[in-house]
């Protein structure tokens, strides 16, 4: 059975950093979609960044509301993804959920992590 865990999420005051990891269990991922998603308070999950296999290499795509400050990265021997998040905002404020799509459709979700940024 597949498991998605995020930690590293937090409280943080604006200005700060912090870095999210993704670990996950049951499989191994290679050339798979990886990224992580947002949900603040009343809103609808929108994408933050995620990194994409186009068939002969791995792409990154970031929203442009963290273009510049955020920067994800993976791990795949160890099945890892990672979100290095700097210059946050409270605008960033939501609950932080990985994603693995693969290329057979199936689509796994982490239970989430907070990040709250105070100003």
């Known amino acids: 059975q597949v498991q998605l865990v995020e930690s590293g999420g937090g409280l943080v005051q604006a200005g700060g950093s912090l870095r999210l990891s993704c670990a996950a269990s049951?499989?191994?991922?290679?050339?798979?979609?990886m990224g992580w998603y947002r949900q603040a308070p009343g809103k609808e999950r929108e994408t933050v960044a995620t990194?994409?296999?186009?068939?002969?290499?791995?792409?990154?795509y970031y929203a442009d509301t963290v273009k510049g400050r955020f920067t994800i990265s993976s791990d795949y021997p160890k099945n890892t993804v990672y979100l290095q998040m700097n210059s946050l905002t409270p605008e960033d404020t939501a609950i932080y959920y990985c994603?693995?799509?693969?290329?057979?459709?199936?689509?796994?979700w982490g239970r989430g992590a907070q990040v709250g940024v105070s100003s």
């Open positions: 990194i994409n296999w186009g068939g002969t290499t791995y792409s990154a």
């Open positions: 994603n693995v799509h693969e290329q057979s459709g199936l689509v796994y």
């Open positions: 049951g499989r191994t991922f290679s050339k798979t979609d």
